[in-house]
């Protein structure tokens, strides 16, 4: 039988739906001990003196632990510049800072959950306030309070890219179209929020389980940080609800690693566990970057864009978390899935006092995305021409150069993705070109519908020379035939049946059914460095990872090895940085391709904005398990529906306003879309497992400026930035009086 191509039973599925599947929240130790975590609460200032001492004299209290106690005080996925624990008596300058109301202060360990929260809360901190900056330009420019004096400045990236004379090609334009564009902050909203235990194992290894998304990455902050080997520090990842990117930076780990060692130095052996709070969660881990985007694109009577000029700004936060990988993208992305002959952009993160940004699904696509199609669906508009045409004529193709002056890898699809969503909309293809169906019917005088179009292309795997690769163990066992076959791999199933991809390709590469397939999966002490769950990259990266092993373990059976142990290295081709100068390089060696149209309903009376139908065009290069696929479509186009209409996250001046799930909006069932059309293109990558592309990020990219297509078709109104709340378009719609300025 096939396995690749079968919507096979997930692994995790009736461990999950009967509740026996455990979470880190739900595992519990002999002995255990709490602890509790004191955040700065205050966005910008230096801590003068911490006394804990009322804390420690608590009855119950076990240990607290502040700056003084952690060996190498700093961590950082891109670069390490935050503090573990902020304050004095720490190895490292600037340390005594808090830059965000999330900034870690202290760590109680008691014997209850109850008394280290109240034992938290007679910590005394003296704190020197210091100027706030949470303005992304502002934080620019010279003279502005700086978050980190050793760097000089609040920007900390700055990417360029060069193509041909920019200026010149203005000048030959039919047409030019200007925008600005402001995309929002997003809460990841997973269902579980940040939990864990830290231990000794019986190997006497510094033992965390946690829910993440790349166990031999936490393995090194956390060795990095209490200055231990890495073969002294062990990851496990159990059942993991929900990760989004939310999970790609530290929360809890380092510091339960720590609890954890220290306690032990002390001749205390005991686990120490910690729940977050959702308000924890929401001002305790990083979002979305907020962007400002400025683009000017032209283009000729025909409808060819030859010019486009961007101005992209990124706000990191605090802290730069993954803003430079992020920003990566969006310089990339802000110029569409087009030939441009000439492009300029110049892209910046910059820190303020606001939550660290950082990955979140998409990874910079979806802000990059935002800008190019509004820009595309406005030239459309100033041409008279069909937005359907108008890509067309400018899409990438097999040769073509992108922005960084490289062709694409093989398998660019994108044209057929656009004609394919455009057909299922209703689109018809022409002697003239292109032409949308007729405007949708308005039900009544107050509801006015309209529909959209937009697409995207999203990069699979880690971009721009970060190093890549994926580790895969298979063991088969016994006699005539294959009766048992053991795949290790550290892969993260956050939810999106990873696990179960790699024993379907497992199966199939072995000819086995795939009962017989065993995962061992997420524990660095028994799997191989995999990489992260991000990038749209597990099912590429694992499956060819466990391909070639299971292809190398055949070699061995069938030359009579028995039983055969095979550790096998995928390394995918090489990728390279931005010049510095004009952003010449290799950026990614694969990509997925989605096309999206949005049917939406505005209702003039109160504001309201509903999604009826949203058709999402996918190329997957091979659908592993097409039932999973459908659902990671839906799921991204529910959480971009959020993203796009109702989720407001909102901060003032370095604090969170919206830190509860009661005033921070994600959609219930009443917001989701009346209908989702999944369809699911298979135009195989040609380095892909069995032709598959990563996916589960691209049906979040295009679906914001879809949605304001649909919203300007409806309304003739153009929404420059979002999310579509009932005030913003009451106020778009003229129906309220403008904001007050700030």
């Not at 044209?415 to 308005?442: H, I, L, M, Y």
């Not at 295009?702 to 919203?711: C, G």
Request: with cysteine; net charge negative.
């Amino acid at each position: 039988m096939e396995w690749v191509g079968q919507s096979v039973q997930r692994l995790d599925a009736v461990g999950k739906v009967t509740g026996q599947t455990l979470f880190p929240g739900d595992i519990n130790l002999p002995n255990q001990a709490y602890m509790k975590i004191l955040f700065a609460q205050r966005p910008h200032a230096i801590i003068r003196r911490i006394d804990t001492s009322k804390a420690e004299a608590l009855e119950g209290v076990i240990a607290v632990f502040t700056a003084k106690d952690v060996p190498n005080n700093e961590y950082g996925l891109i670069m390490p510049d935050q503090p573990v624990l902020c304050g004095p008596g720490s190895n490292k300058p600037y340390a005594e800072r808090v830059r965000f109301i999330g900034d870690q202060v202290a760590l109680v360990i008691a014997e209850t959950e109850e008394i280290a929260a109240k034992a938290r809360d007679l910590i005394e901190v003296d704190y020197e306030d210091l100027p706030v900056v949470t303005d992304m330009e502002a934080a620019m420019q010279e003279g502005a309070p700086l978050l980190h004096p050793d760097r000089g400045s609040n920007v900390f990236c700055h990417y360029r890219i060069r193509k041909g004379d920019v200026e010149e090609a203005f000048k030959r334009c039919d047409v030019v179209v200007e925008g600005e564009y402001r995309t929002p902050a997003q809460e990841h909203a997973y269902l579980q929020p940040e939990a864990g235990l830290g231990y000794i194992d019986e190997e006497g290894r510094v033992t965390i389980q946690v829910a993440g998304q790349w166990t031999h990455e936490d393995q090194e902050q956390i060795a990095h940080a209490l200055n231990l080997p890495l073969e002294k520090v062990r990851v496990i990842y159990p059942a993991i609800g929900g990760a989004f990117g939310g999970r790609e930076d530290m929360s809890i780990q380092i510091v339960l690693a720590l609890a954890a060692m220290r306690l032990h130095e002390r001749g205390i052996d005991r686990p120490v566990k910690i729940i977050w709070s959702r308000e924890e969660s929401i001002i305790g881990h990083h979002k979305r970057h907020p962007y400002l985007i400025r683009a000017k694109w032209g283009a000729t009577r025909e409808g060819k864009v030859i010019a486009a000029e961007v101005q992209v700004i990124a706000d990191g936060g605090a802290y730069a978390y993954t803003s430079t990988k992020v920003l990566g993208n969006a310089t990339l992305m802000c110029t569409g899935p087009y030939e441009i002959e000439n492009v300029k952009v110049d892209s910046y993160a910059v820190y303020t006092n606001n939550l660290p940004n950082g990955a979140f699904r998409g990874f910079g696509g979806p802000q990059g995305a935002f800008a190019a199609e509004m820009q595309m669906n406005r030239l459309a508009e100033a041409l008279g021409m069909d937005p359907v045409e108008i890509r067309l004529r400018n899409v990438l193709r097999e040769g073509s150069l992108l922005s960084v002056g490289t062709p694409l890898p093989k398998g660019v699809s994108i044209a057929q993705v656009v004609e394919q969503c455009a057909r299922a909309a209703g689109w018809q293809q022409t002697e003239d070109g292109w032409k949308r169906p007729p405007k949708p019917a308005n039900p009544a005088p107050h509801l006015l519908r309209g529909l959209g179009f937009a697409c995207a292309f999203k990069n699979v795997g880690f971009s721009f020379g970060a190093p890549e690769h994926s580790w895969a163990t298979v063991e088969l066992y016994g006699d005539a035939e294959i009766e048992r076959a053991i795949v290790h791999h550290a892969g993260a199933d956050v939810g999106q049946g990873a696990h179960t991809v790699m024993a379907q390709i497992a199966a199939e590469t072995l000819g086995i059914p795939i009962e017989r397939v065993r995962m061992v999966v997420s524990d660095t002490a028994v799997t191989d460095n995999s990489g992260s769950a991000s990038a749209s990259r597990m099912t590429f990266m694992a499956g060819n990872a466990i391909k070639g092993a299971c292809e190398a373990a055949l070699e061995k059976w069938r030359a009579e090895e028995r039983p055969v142990i095979v550790k096998y290295k995928y390394r995918p081709p090489a990728t390279t940085p931005f010049d510095p100068e004009t952003g010449k390089c290799e950026p990614n060696f694969a990509y997925g391709y989605v096309a999206q149209a949005a049917e939406v309903e505005i209702d003039t009376e109160t504001g309201h904005v509903r999604l009826l139908r949203v058709i999402s065009a996918d190329d997957v290069g091979k659908a592993v398990n097409p039932l999973q696929v459908q659902g990671q479509i839906e799921g991204a186009v529910v959480q971009a529906a959020g993203y796009a209409i109702l989720e407001n996250f909102i901060q003032k001046d370095g604090y969170v306003q919206t830190q509860h799930l009661s005033t921070y909006l994600i959609p219930s069932v009443l917001d989701i879309p009346d209908r989702v059309d999944s369809l699911i293109l298979e135009y195989p990558d040609p380095i892909g497992p069995y032709g598959a592309r990563g996916m589960a990020e691209m049906p979040f990219l295009p679906l914001a400026p879809a949605v304001m297509a649909a919203v300007r078709d409806a309304s003739g109104v153009w929404f420059t930035e979002f999310p579509l709340i009932p005030e913003r378009v009451l106020r778009g719609l003229g129906k309220l009086k403008p904001a007050a300025s700030a």
